[in-house]
């Protein structure tokens, strides 16, 4: 075996021996965690750098004296800092362990070619990390190493006194130093295989939080205090955190966990690390908390919640052990709080849409048509001269018609209270039109419960748009059928029959003004039931029905 191979392999167990040492450094969940960073606070720099400077010097120390000259593994440390950690580590790496090469040989014939290169190697490195794609960085950092030690050869071979002193120290030591950076790859290859983890922790996180955004679904259709309460007891536990907090920006909505006897929901927010999230918009992570006023929790998460770029809350996660706010729950929760935020908007949309509805709702239901009720009233006026009877069971049926309008709810109803309602409007109909309106019943033996003022509307436009708009007598048929496997509630009539045009826009949404009640049931029976009104011109009238599954009842 030569000397040059030995040498070659005694480079390569001194690499091997940095190669272990960052093994089991990765292991380190801290220091794991500073790897898996895209940015770096200024104390993980400092603790990175020193690091790599040990790693450069140590190098320094184990390298095989040939002639004066040291085979060492500094500069495969100085690339490798600054391949993977950027510009200021490679070159304060490169610096400091040339520097110290230099003083533990000064006026040694190699000494100032290795400090010029250390410097050279760092500058090189950090460059490779700012310019150079990730996959191709541990190729480029071998070709910057050999280029670094062919530089050494060179500078060592200039400077050289005599030169033939140099020649013969480069022609030992020039191959198993320049093939030696070979190493810097394996390092580079080590350690970015640890950041690339950062991609499956990612996704094992976003998971974990889409699993939290589906168990806490159901309970953002009405937030309140017993929903967020058990929103926070199911973030709680599947993260295993001991205490869960929402807040809104100026109180406590809810508090689940250790040290909730403490707080009162509702209560102001008197966290200043929570107003200070609340103000800058960005998360806070207290690894160590000195100041919480439960002394027990010491760790601590506060991730804003925003809607339309300005935060309207924060979700707060503790723990009693220090160093609990790792990586991967950061990426969790701030994943967590941006589902939350959306789920929340969503959720206030729709309870805003939803009182909209009921008021929209109860305006309709309230709302007794004028010219309705002041023909009723002339109907009733004119039948007491020559039928009092009659006149009294008008008053009855228009009493029944206002009380139903005016006390029902936007719960459903048996159909047979809404058909009541429905006689009620037609007999004083018919007392109107007399002998102009014929009304029939086909109502089978159903146990059906629907929305108020869904059969009504349908009756009305039956008779006003279409039996009245035909000279001599119409019929109109209420049914309400009980089929194989669905119940079919219909109104048809005799009368003038729809137009094709209105059946057209009704189910285009684009609804003429007189027909906003069919409108209205269509929209309502589209909602509740998946389909909405089916109509169909007859010869002569008009069907109008709705089916509703049996398995919906």
């Given amino acids: 075996m030569n000397t040059s191979l030995e040498m070659l392999i005694d480079l390569f167990e001194r690499a091997a021996l940095l190669l272990i040492c960052l093994f089991f450094m990765i292991r380190i969940p801290r220091f794991k965690e500073s790897l898996q960073k895209d940015q770096h606070s200024a104390t993980e720099r400092v603790v990175i750098t020193l690091v790599f400077c040990l790693f450069a010097i140590f190098g320094t120390y184990s390298g095989i004296n040939v002639e004066g000259s040291l085979v060492n593994v500094r500069i495969i440390a100085v690339v490798s800092g600054g391949i993977l950690f950027g510009p200021w580590v490679g070159i304060i790496t490169g610096i400091v362990s040339g520097v110290h090469r230099y003083v533990i040989d000064i006026g040694g014939i190699t000494s100032i070619p290795c400090l010029i290169t250390s410097i050279f190697a760092g500058i090189v490195s950090g460059y490779i990390n700012r310019r150079v794609k990730r996959s191709l960085r541990w190729i480029y950092g071998i070709g910057a190493g050999m280029l670094s030690e062919i530089l050494t050869m060179v500078l060592i071979l200039v400077m050289a006194n005599p030169y033939e002193l140099g020649l013969d120290i480069v022609s030992k030591i020039a191959f198993p130093m320049i093939i030696g950076e070979v190493n810097i790859g394996l390092i580079v290859l080590l350690v970015m295989s640890v950041e690339g983890e950062k991609e499956m922790i990612a996704a094992r996180q976003a998971k974990l939080a889409l699993d939290i955004a589906n168990k806490t679904l159901p309970y953002f259709r009405s937030i309140n205090s017993d929903s967020l309460t058990e929103i926070c007891r199911i973030i709680k536990d599947d993260i295993k955190a001991d205490a869960v907090a929402i807040t ?156 139903y309008n005016l006390e029902v709810s936007d719960e459903l109803i048996d159909i047979h209270k809404e058909l009541a309602q429905v006689r009620d409007y037609v007999e004083i109909e018919k007392a109107r039109f007399g002998s102009r309106l014929t009304v029939e019943y086909e109502v089978d033996d159903v146990n059906v419960y629907i929305p108020s003022l869904l059969i009504q509307p349908l009756v009305e436009n039956a008779i006003i748009h279409g039996v009245l708009k035909i000279k001599g007598p119409g019929k109109v048929t209420i049914s309400v059928k009980n089929l194989e496997n669905k119940v079919r509630i219909s109104v048809k009539d005799t009368g003038a029959g729809i137009s094709e045009d209105v059946i057209h826009h009704l189910l285009h949404d684009n609804v003429p003004a007189n027909k906003i009640g069919l409108y209205n049931v269509h929209q309502r029976v589209k909602l509740i039931y998946g389909h909405g009104l089916v109509i169909h011109r007859l010869s002569p009238g008009t069907e109008v029905f709705f089916d509703i599954v049996k398995e919906n009842l």
């Fill in 248 to 403: 809104d920006t100026h109180n406590v909505l809810t508090y689940v966990g250790f040290g909730e006897e403490r707080y009162v929901i509702g209560q102001e927010i008197i966290s200043d690390l929570t107003k200070e999230a609340i103000h800058s918009g960005k998360f806070i992570i207290r690894n160590q908390v000195q100041d919480h006023h439960t002394p027990q929790i010491h760790s601590l998460l506060i991730v804003p919640f925003e809607e339309h770029g300005e935060v309207t809350g924060t979700l707060k996660i503790y723990y009693r052990k220090a160093y609990k706010m790792t990586y991967s729950l950061q990426t969790m929760a701030i994943g967590l709080s941006q589902i939350i935020s959306t789920l929340m908007e969503v959720s206030r949309i729709e309870q805003i849409r939803e009182a909209a509805n009921k008021a929209e709702l109860k305006a309709l239901q309230t709302k007794i048509n004028p010219h309705f009720l002041f023909n009723a009233l002339n109907a009733i006026a004119s039948t007491t001269r020559k039928n009092p009877d009659k006149a009294r069971e008008l008053i009855i049926n228009l009493s029944g018609y206002m009380r």
